[in-house]
């Protein structure tokens, strides 16, 4: 839960923290952006066939950060929703990878904000090299009558995505087979997959104005400086 800021002296803690957890994490924070994204009502959830809430909404952030091992600026999103209730009362429905109200409700403005969501959040932590990401590794399923995230039972007996690329290559999967390319064995490592300005620019656009650098601001002077400072 977000610690709301009243006084100087309860902001400095809250930065002090955040600043704290950051060093010990050896992540950096470059920059932050907002999008509010109001959500159409959804499909009636109570008994007279009103909608719970008369506004229901999403604050996106879209957070930049610098972590030491990394050749570039990692990016990382995630969201509040929250709900408006009759009452007048506001409900804080948590903070996470909350994209499903955006890809069953969404228009599409933010059916796009959801395709750049999926497709690099935490571009440092890729588990195919660029060869298996353009071959389309993690979109092949284990069963085909099935999308690729739903949570099954895996040949092997174990439980999760559908995904080949979960499933051990001694089990007809792709986890550690080896890239046909470079040889790299796909989820042997977490690999650093850089970020077109165009994408950062796309999102820029979306946020509200920037309380500090923009994403592509930050990511500029993120490599010009050298990622030492
Ligand atoms: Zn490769």
């Keep these: 839960m977000r610690k709301e800021i009243v006084d100087a002296k309860t902001a400095k803690t809250v930065l002090g923290e ?7 994490s050896g992540d ?3 920059t932050k952006r907002y999008i509010h994204v109001s959500l159409p009502l959804g499909e009636a959830k109570q008994q007279d066939g009103r909608s719970r809430y008369i506004r229901h909404w999403l604050v996106v952030e879209i957070g930049l950060t610098g972590r030491n091992n990394l050749e570039g600026p ?5 969201a509040t929703e929250y709900g408006k209730l009759r009452n007048g009362r506001t409900e804080d ?3 996470g990878q909350h994209r499903e109200p955006l890809r069953e409700r969404g228009g599409t403005a933010q059916l796009r904000l ?3 969501w999926e497709r690099w959040h935490l ?3 890729r588990a195919g090299c660029e060869h298996q990401r353009a071959g389309g590794w993690d979109k092949r399923p284990i069963y085909p009558d099935k999308p ?3 949570y099954v039972r895996h040949p092997d007996r174990s439980n999760g995505w559908n995904m080949l690329t979960w499933l051990p ?3 007809g999967g792709l986890l550690s087979a080896p890239c046909p390319t470079c040889g790299y064995k796909y989820g042997s490592q977490w690999l650093y997959e850089a970020i077109p300005t165009e994408v950062l620019a796309e999102l820029d656009a979306m946020s509200g104005p920037p309380e500090a650098k923009t994403l592509v601001q930050a990511a500029d002077q993120y490599q010009q400086k050298g990622r030492t400072q």
């Design 18 to 24: 955040a600043a704290r957890a950051a060093q010990v």
């Design 74 to 78: 990692e990016l990382s999103i995630c």
């Design 148 to 150: 690729t995230s739903a």
């Design 169 to 171: 290559v001694e089990h």
């Design 114 to 116: 959801l395709e750049l």
């Design 123 to 125: 571009n440092g932590l």
């Design 28 to 30: 950096r924070m470059l």
């Design 93 to 95: 429905l948590g903070t």
